[in-house]
């Protein structure tokens, strides 16, 4: 079977209704799991409520074999090919899901790690031994045919276990690994957490980024870059520096990679300013989210469908996928069709990358490496310029991302607008006490079950009514930096709240979850493109990470605070006594 021709490959995109010159490079180059019109057929017909399930499934035989067959079955049925027919073929030449992964048990999974010992709640402190046997149910490891067929497999190989997310996502994902790692170094499994820092590295070392997740049609996206932030805290627990320098010349590519390709220049104030964006110029719909995609892009003119599809993978890459965020500005931005990602600089990608910058230089200096630790922290200086002068609003007192089009900070209310307290990305200390005087005045403080992703209820899972863990620690950890007393236990108090809301659930279902809805209590989330998933990896690191940080304090009890500015008082009377 020859390779699908480029000229073949822009017929099918004109099918879907684009514009030949509009046409972009597929995800990857598999014809079965990124373009095509296997593809294309497979997913259209709906056989599986999650599109994901298909792109998941592993190759019986070669791929020339599979496509040979289904090109006999297409012209047989003038190319429409019946729904049943498309069935049996699945069934004939694909496997189940899963069947190339086993299940892991690590290794360096131990019985009673120590920070058990510092929870004082009874309860808690039971439930924390339950999450710390999660990561055993959370294992897995690559079955050694991915190494020997890899054309068979959607799945990336990658050489050593790790710790999956959970549900519907049974390969690594990478932002979600760094609250994941947070949990397994506090559970003190260390060379599991080495080994998937290792993993993530052979990656840049083969693709020059770290894809989204392990799947081969994530390739040509990534995802919020975490990865000299897990070196941080591996060094941190492990004082291993020979890692840490066998692995600089790595972790620097993978920075490069942002600059080079998701950079972008904004004028402010008469001066110019390098900051990154999510941009992923790829085209077709998501395979893994195909058939949503393809609909979605009936529903706007043929010449903008490209761009959509583009602009849907960049909001994948945020991590944020879907958001408020990424619509505001558009003509609807209550509707996912409106999405423009790109045409957004956003606050908590630029304050990983000023951390990132901030921890490479402190790499280079502990390394004897003075000429690199002195450009990164002059790479560090500029842009903790560029966010100030671009992103910071005074009267306001937090960060906002800012509109390339329109020339403005979208104002909305997210928690990613306080990531440079949490990322240490700003120069002047009163900042922390500004942000909780934002939060104050957004009224995030009377939301008893969480904090909000959004205050936009548009059906997308990243807005209201879900809370996500990764997004309370941004704001529990930036607020808890301060030295006022009065920010610190309000610190606290969003950390009770958000475990009184995962110990309520997971009381009531005995799991933990991706997202949870706080509108009425706290439940499990709902939303987005997939019914809400159990695990959960993040959620388990963060949850562990608050009972380690203020085991002494936490409660199980029901009552949740909530801290409206007429309860602060209350609240700090209530502390003050029981300390």
């Known amino acids: 079977m020859p390779r699908m021709t480029w000229e073949l490959h822009l017929l099918l995109l004109l099918g879907l209704g684009l514009r030949s010159q509009e046409a972009l490079p597929p995800p990857c180059d598999s014809q079965i799991y990124c ?43 003038n190319h429409s090919i019946p729904r049943g027919q498309l069935q049996e073929f699945v069934q004939r030449h694909f496997q189940p899901v899963g069947q190339e992964l086993d299940p892991w048990v690590p290794e360096d999974w131990k019985d009673s790690p120590q920070f058990l010992q510092k929870i004082s709640d009874a309860k808690l402190r039971a439930w924390a031994e339950q999450l710390h046997q999660i990561w055993k149910r959370l294992g897995k490891k690559m079955k050694p045919e991915i190494l020997s067929y890899p054309e068979r497999f959607s799945l990336i190989y990658s050489e050593h276990p790790f710790i999956v997310p959970g549900g519907r996502f049974v390969e690594f994902y990478y932002w979600d690994s760094y609250w994941v790692m947070e949990g397994l170094l506090l559970s003190e499994m260390v060379s599991t957490v080495k080994g998937m820092l290792q993993n993530f590295l052979d990656l840049v070392e083969t693709y020059g980024h770290i894809p989204n997740g392990g799947r081969v049609y994530y390739l040509q996206r990534s995802q919020p870059p975490l990865l000299t932030l897990m070196m941080d805290l591996y060094v941190t627990h492990t004082q291993n520096v020979s890692f840490l320098q066998e692995s600089i010349g790595t972790l ?22 390098n900051l990154n ?58 509707l996912l069709s409106s999405i423009r990602t790109s045409k957004i600089v956003p606050v908590d990608l630029n304050a990983f990358l000023c951390q990132a910058e901030g921890l490479m230089s402190k790499f280079y200096s502990r390394l004897g490496n003075d000429t690199e630790a002195t450009k990164y922290r002059n790479l560090q200086s500029q842009r903790l310029a560029a966010m100030e002068a671009v992103l910071w609003d005074e009267q306001k007192g937090a960060w906002f991302d800012y509109d390339l089009e329109k ?18 990305c700003f120069s002047d200390p009163s900042v922390i006490d500004k942000a909780l005087k934002y939060l104050e005045d957004n009224q995030i ?50 950390a009770q709240n958000w475990i009184r809301t995962n110990f309520k659930v997971y009381s009531q279902t005995s799991a933990m979850y991706e997202k949870y809805d706080i509108s009425n209590g706290g439940h ?49 009377l209530t502390s003050f006594l029981l300390h």
């Not at 807005?463 to 529990?476: R, T």
């Open 524 to 572: 499990p989330g709902g939303g987005g493109e997939y019914e809400v998933q159990e695990g959960f990896g993040w959620t388990n690191g963060l949850a562990l990470m608050l009972l380690d940080r203020y085991g002494d304090q936490l409660t199980s009890g029901t009552q949740m605070a909530s801290l409206g500015p007429h309860c602060l008082v209350a609240a700090l």
């Open 407 to 424: 020339r403005e900070k979208n104002l909305e209310f997210y928690p990613s607008n306080l990531t440079p307290l949490w990322a240490g």
């Open 35 to 77: 373009h095509g019109e296997l593809l294309h057929q497979i997913q259209m017909a709906k056989l599986y409520q999650d599109d994901k399930q298909f792109v998941d499934m592993s190759l019986v035989t070669s791929p020339d074999e599979v496509l040979q067959s289904f090109n006999e079955l297409a012209a047989a049925h």
């Open 252 to 273: 620097a590519s993978e920075l490069d990679f942002w600059t080079v390709n998701r950079t972008v220049i904004v004028n402010s104030g008469g001066r110019s300013y």
């Open 445 to 494: 403080l009377t939301y008893q079950y969480g904090i909000p992703t959004s205050l936009r209820n548009t059906g997308q899972q990243w807005d209201s009514p879900n809370a996500w863990a990764p997004l309370q620690d941004l704001v529990i950890r930036g607020l808890a930096k301060s030295d006022s007393p009065r920010t610190r236990e309000v610190a606290f108090q969003l």
């Open 277 to 334: 964006r999510y941009y992923v110029p790829y085209g077709g719909p998501r395979p893994e989210s195909y058939s949503k995609d393809a609909d979605l892009a009936n529903t706007v003119p043929e010449g903008d469908r490209e761009n959509l599809w583009t602009e849907l993978k960049a909001g994948a890459e945020s991590g944020w996928d879907f958001s408020s965020r990424w619509l505001v500005g558009g003509p609807n931005p209550d």
